[in-house]
């Protein structure tokens, strides 16, 4: 089984860390963002990676290399001009010609779920399974008593569980590819046309860790719960 990290893009909202160092090679406590996602990949028995890469391309391959270092199978799919998360699977689909299914990833985030429960969600029916998370806060929130507006608790960003987004991490049948564009974003082409002919399932992640990495401060707070991760204990 082989899983698809989607490196290609420019981190603009990071520089100006990015302007010479790619998003994935952005340290979180020591590491780069991608060596956290093939560590985690790999814990869950994927050790068939490929990196879809585009800015500062070259230096995601020095760094990453054959994926020997990490006990992993790594390959490259090169973008010589920017595809999108769509066009960037699409041009992946010779590597990906012998795979009924496989698993696609974001590669600006850091989680602890376990990919294999998507390729457990899909029915025969479905082309993709998206993996959800509930709505991380980015404030604090104070709950209090309505009737008599007394505090009771101070919660520290909480996950709002009556809303979910889409965690940037899917599994998909080899149909997929007949509903990618050759450019553009697979939330705003693929993803919304498989929902309209339902084949598209959800598959919830409750408890699991999850963050993305869009901000200087993101880099910080990762760097301080990444590592104590229990899947990285090992």
């Known amino acids: 089984m082989k899983a698809v990290i989607l490196a290609g893009g420019f981190g603009k909202r990071l520089r100006p860390y990015t302007e010479t160092t790619p998003k994935p090679l952005l340290p979180i406590s020591g590491k780069p ?3 956290w996602q093939i560590r985690w990949l790999k814990h869950y028995g ?3 990676i490929i990196i879809c890469a585009g800015y500062l391309k070259e230096k995601i391959i020095e760094e990453v290399g054959s994926g020997r270092k990490y006990g992993v199978r790594i390959g490259y799919v090169i973008e ?3 595809l999108g998360t769509g066009g960037a699977v699409k041009n992946a689909g010779h590597i990906l010609e012998g795979d009924e299914e496989f698993i696609v990833v974001n590669g600006d985030i850091l989680t602890d779920l376990d990919p294999n429960t998507l390729l457990e ?6 082309v993709g399974a998206i993996a959800l998370t509930p ?3 980015p404030y604090g929130v104070i709950r209090f008593d309505p009737q008599t507006l007394k505090i009771l608790s ?5 996950r709002i569980k009556e809303y979910w987004i889409n965690a940037g991490v899917y599994a998909f049948r080899r149909d997929i590819f007949g509903y990618l564009p050759d450019k553009g974003d697979i939330e705003r082409t693929a993803l919304p046309r498989l929902a309209e002919e339902g084949r598209l399932s959800a598959t919830l992640f409750e408890e699991s860790f999850w963050m993305s990495i869009d901000s200087h401060k993101d880099l910080e707070e990762a760097g301080k ?3 104590s991760l229990g899947i990285f204990s090992e």
């Open 33 to 35: 963002i991608i060596e």
């Open 46 to 48: 994927f050790r068939d």
């Open 80 to 82: 010589d001009e920017p």
């Open 121 to 126: 969600t899909l029915s025969e029916k479905d």
């Open 135 to 137: 709505l991380p806060s």
């Open 154 to 158: 101070f919660v520290e960003k909480p």
């Open 225 to 227: 719960r990444v590592p």
